[in-house]
């Protein structure tokens, strides 16, 4: 019987997660698993990506084939590596909390003090405009008065 690795679709239709889950290849996606070993939640900020490790490592060990996308999400959290024998990834990116980035923008205002002052409100003036407008009341007073 052949073993897949692979992701079992929950939720509505536009908020999708997933449950990775081993079961046989003949199954229909979302059919009977044999086993759940962790949840991707494609929709969050960052995604979120939980695998049980251990069983993981044990299903690929036993000839489990992961689907690509499962792969994918194997070689983020590190089982994939660890399954071969290659080093590690770097760890995942932790997303920014609200205060380290009002601390990044007040580090950012700060240096922009030193740069130059302010010269107060951006406003252009019209003088084009008001050339023409003067030469076009002028031409209509020669025109009026002839």
Do not use: C
Not at 38 to 43: C, F, M, V
Not at 85 to 103: C, I, N
Not at 129 to 142: L, P
């Amino acid at each position: 019987m052949a073993v897949k690795i692979k992701l079992k679709r929950l939720g509505k239709i536009r908020q999708p997660h997933y449950r990775i889950v081993v079961a046989d290849a003949r199954t229909r996606r979302d059919g009977r698993a044999i086993e759940e070993i962790g949840i991707y939640h494609p929709t969050y900020n960052p995604s979120r990506i939980e695998v049980n490790a251990e069983r993981a490592q044990y299903w690929l060990s036993v000839g489990a084939q992961p689907t690509e996308a499962v792969l994918a999400i194997l070689k983020l959290t590190g089982d994939w590596q660890a399954h071969k024998g290659l080093p590690a990834p770097a760890p995942l990116l932790q997303p920014e909390t609200k205060e380290s980035k009002r601390r990044s923008f007040d580090e950012f205002a700060k240096a922009l003090e030193g740069i130059g002052e302010g010269k107060g409100e951006a406003i252009t003036q019209k003088k084009k405009a008001d050339k023409k407008a003067d030469e076009a009341e002028a031409t209509a007073a020669e025109s009026t008065e002839a």
